[in-house]
């Protein structure tokens, strides 16, 4: 975004292997689906609790089979009231095929699942911008953490990050 500081660009980095779900949980207190995708590119946030997840090996490879079984999973916990929303977390979503990434943002919208991603870039490529509800950018910092105030119920990490509806991120990106 313009005006703030810039990690480095997810668009170097299109992989061009496939996508790697490395799991998924139910978040209950916020209704929210887990999905952890496998890989995140240095530089790393410094602190980062994931280190597990930096490789891209971790997990099954996406694929229909995959994107059918989430997919499903994902209807089934709408259906009975544990899911409303869907985060994709890593390692870091947008360091992945984003072909793939795609898929299983529609799949979960299919579902019926409001879409949050969460990356430590502060730049979305647009073909993903345009398919989210909500994003949370900007990277974890050891010893910078803070006790702002929730934003849309979730408290962040340090003053780096902040969490957005997609219109307001778009207004910030026009508007600096
Ligand atoms: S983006 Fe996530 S996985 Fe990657 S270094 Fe930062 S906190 Fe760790």
Redesign the pocket.
């Known amino acids: 975004m313009k005006g703030e500081k810039h990690f480095f660009s997810p668009f170097e980095f299109h992989m061009e292997a496939g996508m790697r779900i490395a799991g998924t949980e139910i978040n209950l207190a916020f209704k929210a689906f887990e999905v952890y995708v496998s890989g ?1 590119k240095a530089p ?2 410094k602190g ?4 597990e ?2 490789t891209f090996n971790v997990g099954d490879c996406w694929n229909a089979e995959k994107g059918k079984t989430l997919e499903d999973k994902a209807s089934e916990l709408h259906s009975v009231g544990l899911a409303d929303y869907v985060w994709i ?4 979503p947008l360091d992945q095929n984003l072909d793939d990434l795609q898929d299983l943002i529609r799949r979960m919208i299919h579902a019926g699942l409001k879409t949050v991603l ?3 870039y502060y730049s979305i490529p647009e073909e993903i911008a345009s398919l989210i509800d909500y994003v949370k950018v900007g ?2 910092i050891e010893g910078k953490e803070s006790y702002n105030e929730p934003v849309f119920g979730v408290k962040l990490a340090n003053p780096e990050q902040k969490i957005y509806s997609i219109e307001d991120y778009r207004n910030v990106e026009r508007n600096g």
Request: charged share 5%; aromatic share 16%; proline share 6%.
């Open positions: 995140c790393h946030c980062c609790h994931n280190a997840l930096w977390l890593g390692g870091e969460w990356t430590h990277p974890y």
